[in-house]
C-alpha cells in the first residue's frame, strides 16, 4: 500500500520522538512492503516562530490532503507569554477541529515489563491493566464560551462554560460502544450528573443512543470524582471510559501514571474518515528536549495505531506493538523507566532497537 503521512514534529523532545516513530515505519514498510511518504509540516511554537502563527493554513491543508497525520508535542516556555489564541496549543485544538476529529482514544495499558514502574502497589496491579480512555474531543468547556471581567466587589472574575449537545454526545458514545463490541462489551460513562445540567444530558444521552444502537454493550456511569478515586483503588475493574473532554483529559493522564511512564501512552483521534491524528499523550518536554534521552514509545505505538485504525494494517501494528514488548522484555530502558537491573539507552538507541525488531 502507499500511504502519505503528514508530520508535524512540533516543539520541545517532539523532532526527535516523531523522527523516531518515521524509523519505525519505515521499517515496517519496508519488512511488509508498503510505501510510506513523509511531509513535515509546522505546528505549534515553531510554527510561531517560521510563520507568526501557530496553525498555518497550508498546514490545514496538506494534513486534510494526506492519509494520516504524526504529531509529536506542542508548547514550551518561550511561547507561554503569549496571548490565549497566539500559543501553540491553539494550533492543536485548530488541527482537531480542522480534521474534524471529535474522539480522542487512549489506552493505558500496564506492559509486563514494566510492572515496577506503577507507583501502585503490587497486589493492585496483579491482574493487570488496560484502561482505554474514550474522550470527546471537540466539544465541552475546552470549546464552550469564555470571558473575563473586573467584579467591582470581587475584583477580576473569569468564566468559562461547559457545553454539550445530544449529537456530540451520541457520535462518541458510537465510538465508545464499537470499541466495546472488539473488547469486553463493556463501557462506563464517567459524567457529574448529581451537579451538572450538562452532565445529565450527557448520561441520559449516554444511556438512550446505546440502549437503541447497542443493545449488546453493557453501560454504566460513574461520577468523575469516584472514578478518579477509583482508578488508583482498582484499576483492573475498568476496560472503556467513555468521558467529555475535560473530564477524559484529566482521568486519561491519570490511567497514564498508573500504568508507569507518560512516555509509554499512545493517543488517537478520529472523526468520521479514516485520517486520524496520532500522538504521543505526553507534552513536548522542553526540561528534557535535545538531550537524546526522551522515550520515544508512545509516539511509536501512536504510529501502530495509525496503521490498525487509518491503514487497516493490523498485522503491522501487532509488530511494532511486539518488537516494543520485546525490546522491554530484554532490559532496554529509557531513563523515565529506568530501574535497577535494566540498561539504560537514549531515545534514538530505543528507536532503532525497535526498528531492528520488526526487520
Ligand atoms: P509534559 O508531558 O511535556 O512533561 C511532564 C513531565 O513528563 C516532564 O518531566 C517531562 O520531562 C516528562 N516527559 C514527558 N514526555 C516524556 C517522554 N517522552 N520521555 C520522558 N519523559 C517525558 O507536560 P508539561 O511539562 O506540563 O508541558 C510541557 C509543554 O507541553 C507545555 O508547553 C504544555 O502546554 C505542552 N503540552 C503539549 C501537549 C501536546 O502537544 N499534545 C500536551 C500536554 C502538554
Known amino acids: ?15 526527535e520522538i516523531t523522527a523516531s516513530a518515521v524509523q519505525v515505519l519505515e521499517a515496517v514498510a519496508k519488512t511488509y512492503g508498503h510505501t510510506f511518504t513523509f511531509e513535515p509540516l509546522p505546528m505549534g511554537g515553531c510554527a510561531i516562530d517560521a ?9 490545514v491543508e496538506r494534513c486534510l490532503a494526506s492519509d494520516s497525520v504524526l504529531l509529536g508535542a506542542v508548547g514550551g516556555p518561550k511561547w507561554d507569554a503569549l496571548p490565549g489564541d497566539k500559543r501553540p496549543e491553539k494550533g492543536l485544538l485548530g488541527i482537531r477541529k480542522a ?14 515489563a514494566l510492572a515496577e514502574a506503577s507507583p501502585l502497589k503490587k497486589q493492585l496491579i496483579e491482574g493487570g491493566i488496560e484502561i482505554v480512555v474514550v474522550r470527546e474531543l471537540t466539544g465541552g ?28 454526545i451520541e457520535r462518541i458514545t458510537r465510538i465508545a460502544c464499537e470499541l466495546a463490541r472488539k473488547r469486553t462489551g463493556r463501557v462506563i460513562s464517567v459524567d457529574k450528573a448529581n451537579v451538572l445540567e450538562s452532565s445529565r444530558l450527557w448520561r441520559k ?33 475498568f476496560d472503556i471510559l467513555l468521558t467529555s473532554n475535560m473530564f477524559g483529559d484529566i482521568l486519561s493522564d491519570e490511567a497514564a501514571q498508573v500504568t508507569g511512564s507518560i512516555g509509554m501512552l499512545a493517543s488517537s483521534s478520529l472523526g468520521d474518515t479514516s485520517c486520524g491524528l496520532y500522538e504521543p499523550i505526553h507534552g513536548s518536554a522542553p526540561d528534557i528536549a535535545g538531550k537524546d534521552i526522551a522515550n520515544p514509545i508512545a509516539t511509536i505505538l501512536a504510529a501502530a495505531m495509525m496503521l490498525r485504525d ?11 506493538e511486539r518488537a516494543v514488548g520485546d525490546v522491554l522484555n530484554e532490559g532496554w530502558r529509557t531513563a523515565d523507566i529506568f530501574s535497577d537491573g535494566t ?4 531515545c534514538r538507541e530505543m528507536a532503532r532497537r525497535i526498528a531492528e525488531h520488526i526487520a
Open 1 to 15: 500500500m502507499n500511504k502519505h503521512i503528514a508530520v508535524l514534529a512540533g516543539d520541545g523532545i517532539g523532532p
Open 51 to 59: 510563520c507568526g502563527e501557530p496553525l498555518p493554513a497550508h498546514t
Open 99 to 112: 480534521m474534524g476529529l471529535y474522539s480522542n482514544i487512549r489506552p493505558a495499558k500496564l506492559w509486563p
Open 141 to 168: 468547556i475546552y470549546f464552550g464560551k469564555r470571558g473575563a471581567y473586573d467584579d467591582e466587589r470581587m475584583g477580576r472574575t473569569a468564566w468559562d462554560t461547559e457545553t454539550y449537545s445530544q449529537k456530540e
Open 205 to 237: 444521552t449516554v444511556h438512550a443512543y446505546a440502549e437503541r444502537h447497542y443493545p449488546d454493550v453493557t453501560v454504566t456511569d460513574m461520577l468523575v470524582d469516584n472514578a478518579a478515586m477509583q482508578i488508583v483503588k482498582d484499576p483492573a475493574q
Open 310 to 320: 487509518s491503514f487497516g494494517m493490523t498485522a503491522e501494528c501487532t509488530a511494532v
Open 343 to 346: 540498561r539504560k539507552i537514549g
